[in-house]
């Protein structure tokens, strides 16, 4: 499987401030999905990172909020905007390697962001 | 939308007893259902998953069954041991190549 890599690791912000967290793929891939896992929760999808468009975002989630960038096949950010103590969560770049649908999904280790 | 129902939320079980885990959904487009396992501070681990076109699969000590008419499938494990605690949790792909997740289950095994 890939080797995925997420910076940074963790991060400690300030009410207001944006942060922007990296995903770096080993090899090319398809499709790259951003999840957030807010403490103690499950996953839920922010959006799937698109290579040269626009990413799709879920419901309840808008670009404004959580611009995404994906310039190539191996590489995407996530930048949490304008951050709030709510925003507080673990968040979680994944990505489908073979390019199929219906594939195993694999997950970075994930950045854990805490918003005072 | 799909939606994930899991139970249940908590798990405990004596070491060598079995675990079952049990997750229900919504959309029967849906035909790919993968099972994670976290690890505390650790990132989601694919650990089986099952196709529509499967009743049953098994990879040593865990199995996953999956009935597609009443739209439920279960995660087993045998002979459980202290490192499987872990929050476990299912999910479901749907047509729109998405994975919607159940809101997971935390399993503890003692020794």
């Known amino acids: 499987s890939a080797v995925i890599s997420q910076k940074p690791s963790r991060d400690i912000c300030q009410r207001g401030t944006s942060l922007t967290i990296q995903c770096q793929v080993d090899?090319?891939?398809?499709?790259m999905f951003w999840y957030r896992q807010q403490p103690g929760q499950s996953l839920t999808l922010i959006a799937t990172?698109?290579?040269?468009?626009?990413?799709?975002?879920e419901s309840g989630f808008v670009i404004d909020k959580f611009p995404i960038s994906r310039p190539n096949l191996t590489f995407s950010t996530l930048t949490v905007s304008n951050m709030s103590p709510e925003d507080s969560s673990i968040y979680l770049c994944?990505?489908?390697?073979?390019?199929?649908?219906?594939?195993?999904?694999?997950f970075g280790p994930g950045t854990r962001l805490t918003v005072l | 939308g799909e939606n994930v129902e899991q139970h249940p939320s908590t798990l405990s079980v004596q070491e060598g007893d079995s675990a079952v885990i049990k997750c229900t959904y919504s959309?029967?487009?849906?035909?790919?259902f993968p099972w994670y396992k976290q690890e505390l501070g650790k990132r989601p681990q694919l650990i089986i998953d099952?196709?529509?076109?499967?009743g049953e699969k098994k990879d040593q000590r865990i199995a996953v069954t999956l009935n597609k008419t009443a739209k439920h499938f279960s995660l087993h494990i045998t002979e459980t041991q202290p490192e499987d605690s872990a929050v476990y949790f299912c999910?479901?792909?749907?047509?729109?190549?998405?994975?919607?997740f159940g809101g997971g289950t935390r399993l503890m095994v003692k020794p």
């Open positions: 994944s990505l489908n390697t073979r390019g199929l649908r219906f594939d195993e999904q694999f």
């Open positions: 090899s090319q891939v398809t499709m």
């Open positions: 990172a698109n290579q040269g468009s626009e990413a799709t975002y």
């Open positions: 959309d029967s487009a849906s035909n790919y």
């Open positions: 099952i196709r529509s076109n499967v």
């Open positions: 999910a479901a792909h749907n047509a729109g190549n998405m994975l919607t």
